[in-house]
């Protein structure tokens, strides 16, 4: 009888032990992908760690941002030159001369960093980008011109985050005075942007989708 209660004893509590074990084992994965993402492991992640190069330490994060301004430029470039060529408002074709003149001089900064850092850089936009692009290209007169505002000013004033947190923590000398140039052509572009008296502010939350 004893044995029989001791077998049986052992048996529960085995049971309840791989349980216990199998209720931990998915929170433990979760708490290890939400730090991952907290310190960057997400889709920015090129998986090349962290190098070392005559520069300083380079990381993914510091590789996302060199990217970043190459992708900027890609796109901004090829607004700017089609705001010179459709806007009727001498602001807007200001704004788009900054663009240009911005994104020339930075473009030159970025290339210059990625061969020096060994990064490969872009050589379109983005998809998302793309589609600004396509919008833009099909909109007329007054709507262009807010659409071009709208798009450029809500895109620059999401960079100001991620050029703070690059600014603030990298450790490689090239990829700060890249941020540091970065951090004034944005500034610079958001002013103009705004001195056109178009931006929608209240439609530049995260909430609200650009115009299609």
């Given at each position: 009888?004893?044995?029989?209660?001791?077998?049986?004893?052992g048996l529960v509590i085995s049971a309840l032990a791989l349980t216990l074990i199998a209720l931990l084992?998915?929170?433990?994965?979760?708490?290890?992908?939400?730090?991952?993402?907290?310190?960057g492991q997400a889709a920015d992640d090129d998986g090349g760690g962290t190098v070392s190069t005559a520069f300083g330490p380079l990381t993914a994060a510091d590789r996302d941002f060199i990217r970043k301004v190459?992708?900027?430029?890609?796109?901004?470039?090829?607004?700017?030159?089609?705001?010179?060529q459709r806007g009727s408002r001498p602001a807007i074709k200001?704004?788009?001369?900054?663009?240009?003149?911005?994104?020339?001089?930075?473009?030159?900064?970025?290339?210059?960093?990625?061969?020096?850092?060994?990064?490969?850089?872009?050589?379109?936009?983005?998809?998302?980008?793309?589609?600004?692009?396509?919008q833009m290209n099909r909109a007329r007169g007054e709507e262009y011109e807010r659409l071009f505002v709208q798009l450029l000013r809500k895109a620059h004033g999401k960079v100001f985050a991620l050029l703070a947190g690059i600014r603030s923590q990298t450790k490689n000398s090239m990829v700060r005075a890249l941020a540091t140039s970065a951090n004034t052509t944005v500034l610079d572009h958001i002013t103009v942007l705004e001195d056109t008296g178009l931006v929608d502010f209240d439609a530049l939350s995260d909430n609200v989708q650009p115009t299609k």
């Open positions: 009888m004893a044995t029989r209660y001791t077998i049986g004893s084992i998915p929170v433990d994965s979760f708490g290890s992908r939400a730090s991952a993402a907290v310190t190459r992708l900027a430029g890609l796109w901004e470039l090829p607004a700017g030159r089609q705001a010179q200001t704004a788009g001369q900054h663009l240009i003149d911005g994104h020339t001089e930075l473009d030159r900064q970025v290339i210059q960093v990625g061969q020096a850092l060994g990064v490969d850089l872009p050589n379109q936009p983005s998809a998302q980008q793309q589609d600004w692009l396509g």
